[in-house]
Structure formats: structure tokens, C-alpha cells
């Protein structure tokens, strides 16, 4: 069977070959679902077995689709945001590198990008390597991998990864053809060609240097869930065939339908006896049927015409609503950014913060259980930056962009209430202060060079107007005690 198959290297260990098998069979026994996902995310999922035999022609020709997936994977990374770090102690993470990590790696992107590759599959990984400096890559490396391309053994003891299989290409039938295999302290790279594998190993001080980005880890599911549950695929399935029986009652059933009862053939001809086209006789402005004389009752003289009304496309709405609102309890987006359902009237601020309590809340549990690994990971980039000289209380943490999402008017406000409450972050100068005020990093950098300069040009001209203005007191400049301004050394 395809999911038990293996890769054999000749030039590997026996325990470094029984590890590839187990990585490989891991990835394959994960692949389908994982294909699966990303099919739904990307909206690339056939529809066309859910149309029935009978549809017109004109809806065969369409191709459905529906985002729903989509906004449940990218509506809950758009509030997972990583807006830097710091160490827990106050240490300036920039004077061991930090600026140049964050700027060449744009780890703030591959963070994200990991989130939603981690949302989707449940799991995704930061590889942390070094880097070859001679080629242009940066002194330390932190690359997302998404769960289609690596695949890791979990230890539970250590609350670490014991080994992992990075997937680099693919060949046309999509079996591996270059790998690099993370076990502790040894890197093994492994490359496929015409004459067979060829084995490269590289020795390391950092364990596995690989941290996963999990999405609802548990004990018994220690790499999580994805967000696309199959509860979710589910609702979406059904919704997608009640948009195609919708669109089969637009196309085929929705139009009125008329008889016309006691015409006969000339009604439907034209003046010099040649048929009506049908969307002619459809489209007629006014109908003139005169009477059948041959018929003797009148009332069978005269043509009728009937209406059949078509049917309502209301069914199919309704199908479709409930749909919605059984996606948005599983996955805590609210009802109306699903676009089924408008607000007639204008939803308060307050009920808008209230729908969104369950997305917010998963928010921040996500982050929570992003933030060690992303931690762990940039702890490793800075020992490899730093040549493992680190301080030993060192203490790396994430610090996310909060997940409501409010004005910076109403940001501002909630700060000041609380410089209120504790008025001496505002007397000691702290950036506290300035960041619950809402000022962003840089804006604070910018703030405290400009308040330095201000109180430098402050000092200068205090000392100016002492030096201009002093005549008989002792002066301090620079310093330095000065004789009086008058020159006399007797101060009688």
C-alpha cells in the first residue's frame, strides 16, 4: 500500500533509517487528509457531483464555489499577530541581534504564514539553522514549513520534537527526491540522484532545532486540530448544494408558467402565414386571439389564458441560513460576515463586541499556545547569532497585537483610566505609560530621542543663561567650581 511505503537510503544508520521510515510513513498516513484541507481553504474542491442528472445545461457549465473554509482559517489569523519580542528581565533584545534576526529573516510574515499553514493542517514548524553567510542568507535562519512538506515524532516528556523530516522537493509522482532529516545535535541531508542517494551530515549543539505551531494541542493529540473540522467540510458540502438548487430553481423553475386554452393555430402565426418564433410569441407586447366562430358555446369560443406561478427560491435561502448558523456556532465566526444574512437596522458597538466573543477568545487561546514555540524558536536563532553567548537568565517572550480590535481613540482612553489609577509610570517616564497609551514601538523610540533632545537643548540653555548672567555667586560649568565673575579672589 501507498501509506506504508517507505524510503531506503543505503548510506544511513540502521537508526537513523528506522526513524526516515517512520517519518515517511507518518507523512503519507497524513497526506490525503492534509491534501484534502488545503483543497477546501484554497476553494479548489470539485462541486459537480452534487448537481443531479436533470439540470440544465446552462447550470452543468458552472462551477460552484463557497469560501467558508477560507474565513475560518484567515478570520481567525488576521487577529493572531506577533508584534515582536522582549525578555522578560528588560534586556535589550537588539544588542544581542534581535534587529537584524526580526529584519532578515521577516519573521514577523513567516510567523503569519506559518499561523495559517498551522491553522489549516493543525500543525506547521519553524526550522531553525544556520545560515551560510557567504551565499547572502542570514547568520541564523528561521523557515515555516507547512505539514505537507515536514512531518515530526513528538516526545512528551521533554515537550519537544525527538526527531523531524523536512520535505524539500517532490519528482513528477510525487515521491521525495531531497530531504533533510533533524534528529538531536545532527542534521542529515539527503538528495536523490540518477546513481542513487547521496548522505551529507552536520553536526550541531541545538537538539532538534525544529518548533511546531500547534492549533488546540491535547494529551492525546499533541500536534492539535485543524480548524477545518470535519463538521465544517460537512456544512460547507451541504451548503454548496443548496446554492446548485438554487440556482437549478433560478434557471428552470422560477419563470411563470402560462397555457393557453382554445387558441388555435393562428394565433401563433404571422400575418403572411409564417410561424412565431417562440421568444416572438413570448415577448408580444399585446395578444389579439379572436373568437372560434365554428364553436357554438361562447364560452368555448373564447381563448384562456392560465398561470402557473414558479416556484420560490425561498426554501433553498432557508436551507442555506440554517446552514450558516450551524458553521458559525462551530467555528465562532459571526453570522453576518458569512454573507447569508443583513442587519436591517444598525447593530450597536456593543452587540458587534458580543458576537465576536468566541472568535476573540480562541484568539488568545492561540496565541497562547503559539507564543512558547515561537519563543523557543528565536531563543535558538539568538544562541546561533550570538555564538551560544547568551545570558543565562535570559527569557524570551511574545508579545502579540491584542485580538479585539478597537479605535486607538478607545485604546487611549482605557490607558489613561489606568495612568490615572497609577500615576507614577507617568512621573518615573516609563515606555509603559506610552504603550498603554496606544503609541506603537517605533513611535515610542522616536518619542524618548525627541524628549533627550529636548532636555538636552534645556540643560544648554540654563548653563548659557548662568554663564551670561552671573556676577557674584560661585558658578558650576561643566562641572567645575569657578572663580567669581568679578575676578577678585576675596569674596569680602
Known sequence: MAQSKTVAVPDLEHGEQNTLDQLVMQWRSKRQRNNLRTGFYDMANATRHLMSSTAPPSVKKKSFVLGWSTMAVDKLARRCNLDGVYDRAGRDLDSLGMHEIWKTNRLGSEVSQAGVSGLIHSVSWLVTTLGDIEAGEPKALINARSALTGTGVWD??????????????????????????????????????????????????????????????RIDRPFGSSRIT??????????????????????????????????????????????????QAAWDAIWAIGDDEEVDDPKLARADVKQFHGQSPEPQNAHLRMLAQMFSGETGIPLGE????????????????????????????????????????????????????????????????????????????????????????????????????????????????????????????????RQQTGTGGVGVVGGQTGRPADGNDNPA
Open 230 to 279: 470535519r463538521a465544517a467540510m460537512s456544512f460547507q458540502g451541504q451548503a454548496l448544494g443548496a446554492m446548485i438548487r438554487g440556482d437549478v430553481n433560478g434557471e428552470a423553475y422560477s419563470l411563470p408558467r402560462y397555457v393557453l386554452l382554445g387558441a388555435g393555430e393562428d394565433a401563433f402565426r404571422n400575418a403572411d402565414g409564417t410561424i412565431k418564433p417562440t421568444w
Open 338 to 465: 458569512l454573507g447569508i444574512l443583513g442587519d436591517s437596522n444598525p447593530t450597536s458597538y456593543d452587540a458587534l463586541l458580543a458576537s465576536r466573543d468566541d472568535i476573540i477568545a480562541t484568539a488568545e487561546a492561540t496565541m497562547d499556545d503559539w507564543g512558547p514555540d515561537v519563543s523557543s524558536a528565536v531563543t535558538r536563532a539568538l544562541a546561533m547569532y550570538n555564538d551560544e553567548d547568551l545570558p543565562a537568565d535570559l527569557d524570551v517572550q511574545c508579545r502579540w497585537r491584542p485580538a479585539q480590535h478597537v479605535s486607538r481613540a478607545a485604546a487611549a482612553d482605557a490607558g489613561a483610566k489606568i495612568l490615572a489609577q497609577v500615576p507614577w509610570l507617568t512621573e518615573s517616564q516609563s515606555d509603559v505609560a506610552l504603550e498603554l497609551l496606544g503609541l506603537r514601538p517605533d513611535q515610542i523610540n522616536r518619542a524618548n530621542n525627541d524628549r533627550r533632545r529636548a532636555a538636552g537643548r534645556d540643560l544648554l540653555n540654563r548653563l548659557r543663561e
Open 156 to 217: 512528551g516528556r521533554r515537550r519537544a520534537l525527538s526527531s523531524f523530516l523536512s520535505i524539500n522537493e517532490l519528482d513528477d509522482k510525487g515521491e521525495p527526491t531531497d530531504m533533510t532529516m533533524y534528529l538531536p545535535n545532527l542534521n542529515v541531508f539527503m538528495t536523490k540522484t540518477p546513481t542513487g542517494w547521496t548522505v551529507t551530515r552536520r553536526d550541531h549543539k541545538y537538539g532538534v532545532p525544529v518548533d511546531p505551531m500547534r492549533y488546540k494541542p
